[in-house]
């Protein structure tokens, strides 16, 4: 059921462009609801039917693209993702009186396991802040160049994990970071999170350690003219998939039994905090967190940890 190129329906564009104009959605927000709605609008073909006429659509052609998605083998996740998205169109549909009811009524999101985040305790936390000496000099960056100096990337990547671990960034918060905001004198770093919100995350006193020694070498990696704080062996800002390496092998030399991604070590801020007495709402407030829901997650964790620990200690468990 691919979504081919064609002409988006009025409904459609109308849709998009809300969600642009009026409610500040990013390009890549809005580009994910573009394409789950015109999945759907495929389907809808097939069956001669289609949103150009969105009162024609009924409850029935909604199950019917979510039976054609489990049989493709999507996941639970993505076909709540697409639901949601159909829910949404929907909703704007019926406030510019385009529907009378709505099709997605009364339809949940499939059934999903309950996956809690992966993260370290705070002994392997440490151990992987620690873990930036012996490296091996890396692979050339170009066919001209000489290989990436080895306590360039040490600093590099010690900076970049203590940044995500000690103020609980997110790794596109990090990577987005521009170097001249910076200085080891920083007390916080203002960073754009989801949904465009700024706010101040604060610095610890080894994040600004890390942090000056980082910026010492950078030069030594950065191409001319790059305003990446963080930069790859070619010069040029670090993405994603370089960051996921960076930490799977800060991982590996630190001797853990498995990697965690950039993401967990987010996780861990969080979790250790609250382990540590903080409260919720200070929490929320440093992870850049919305809802106070989202946060929550993380007492759950916290709990599971601690029943955990008491079956196996308790001599009054039967664990």
């Known amino acids: 059921m691919k979504s081919e190129e064609k002409p988006v329906p009025e409904a459609v564009d109308m849709f998009l462009a809300h969600l642009e104009l ?33 009162a024609a659509v009924t409850r029935r052609h909604v199950q019917s693209f979510l039976a054609e998605l489990h049989r493709q083998g999507v996941s639970k996740t993505s076909m709540g993702r697409k639901l949601s998205s159909l829910r949404s169109f929907f909703r704007f549909c019926a406030r510019m009186r385009l529907i009378r009811t709505l099709p997605t009524e009364g ?83 203002r960073v754009l999170g989801k949904g465009g919100k700024e706010r101040l995350a604060p610095l610890t006193d080894t994040a600004r350690e890390r942090l000056g020694l980082w910026l010492e070498r950078r030069g030594e990696l950065a191409a001319p003219g790059e305003r990446a704080l963080f930069v790859g062996v070619r010069g040029r800002r670090l993405n994603r998939r370089e960051a996921q390496r960076v930490i799977a092998d800060l991982c590996r030399r630190a001797g853990l039994p498995e990697a965690v991604s950039p993401h967990g070590l987010r996780h ?52």
């Open 22 to 54: 009026e409610k500040g959605c990013s390009p890549a927000t809005v580009a994910a609801y573009g394409k789950d709605v015109m999945q759907f609008e495929t389907l809808l073909a097939g069956r001669n039917a289609g949103l150009a006429e969105p």
């Open 107 to 189: 339809l949940g999101n499939p059934k999903t396991e309950k996956r809690h985040p992966d993260m370290l305790n705070v002994d392997q936390a440490f151990a992987l802040l620690d873990a930036g000496s012996g490296r091996k000099p890396a692979g050339p960056p170009g066919p001209a160049a000489s290989p990436a100096p080895a306590p360039a990337l040490d600093a590099r990547d010690l900076c970049l994990a203590e940044l995500l671990y000690g103020s609980g960034l997110r790794v596109s918060e990090a990577l987005s970071l521009d170097a001249w905001r910076l200085s080891a004198e920083s007390e916080a770093v």
């Open 268 to 319: 861990s801020f969080a979790t250790h905090l609250l382990q540590a007495g903080a409260d919720l709402r200070s929490v929320q407030e440093l992870l850049g967190h919305s809802r106070l829901s989202t946060t929550q997650r993380y007492t759950h964790l916290n709990l599971a940890h601690l029943l955990a620990v008491y079956d196996k200690a308790h001599p009054k468990s039967e664990g």
